[in-house]
């Protein structure tokens, strides 16, 4: 039994032995190849781009909200409101004017007892919103006093934006590269050192900010002036070179 106990104490300290050897090794190894492939020296630097262009395009969301005892006569005032509306709009005969329903919802609505206790149901809301998207600018409040006037009570929103944002986007990419590359080059020579090529390259947006005008609870203007504004599309680009 005392041989077995040496033989197993001589087994696990030649273990431990050849456990510490491969540590060594390893960390040997390891500075070796960091010698011999040293870390590159890199730079790394952001260009950010924003492009300012006018608009091309509008949505505007027209809404009509009704309220009856009963469901069925929210809902009849309702589409009765909404079909003048938009058989106004239509009337103008915007070319490429376009023309959809966004949200359609049909609530109940009730009274709470100040002193408590169950509501008391008073009736039903309808409300039935429609997106119309032009191309012409310059009848967006035309097209708002129109709907106003036939029925739409509520103005949801007014948003200008493009129809077609890739070129502009490509264009604030263009120069957020152009800008973040010549913050390369002039940390580098401000080192004295110079730019060898380009290690990595990634992109954030861009991102286009449409103009938004104010959303109005109802619209009752005789003439609703409209002003378009400029859109902001921005881009980031971060570079990352190898210098020598």
Known sequence: MFMQIIETKKILSTFAIFTALFVIAGSVSAQMTEQHHPRTPTINTTGEATVAVQPDQARIELGVTTQAETSDAAVTQNAEKLTA?????????????????????????????????????????????VRITINDLTKVGTVIDAGTKAGANRVQSLQFTLQDD????????????????????????????????????????PTMIPVRDMAYARAEMASTPIEPGTIEIKATVTLTVEVK
Do not use: C, D, H, M
């Open 166 to 205: 890739r070129p502009v986007k490509a264009q604030a990419l263009r120069e957020a590269a152009q800008q973040a590359r010549e913050k390369s080059n002039a940390l580098a020579g401000a080192l004295g050192l110079e730019v060898v090529r380009i290690l990595n390259v990634t992109e954030s947006g």
């Open 85 to 129: 509306t938009l058989a106004a709009i239509r009337a103008l005969q915007i070319a490429g004017a376009e023309i959809k329903t966004v949200s359609y919802t049909l609530q109940p609505s009730y009274r709470y007892p100040r002193e408590g206790g169950e509501p008391e149901l008073t009736g039903y809301t309808a409300t039935n919103f």
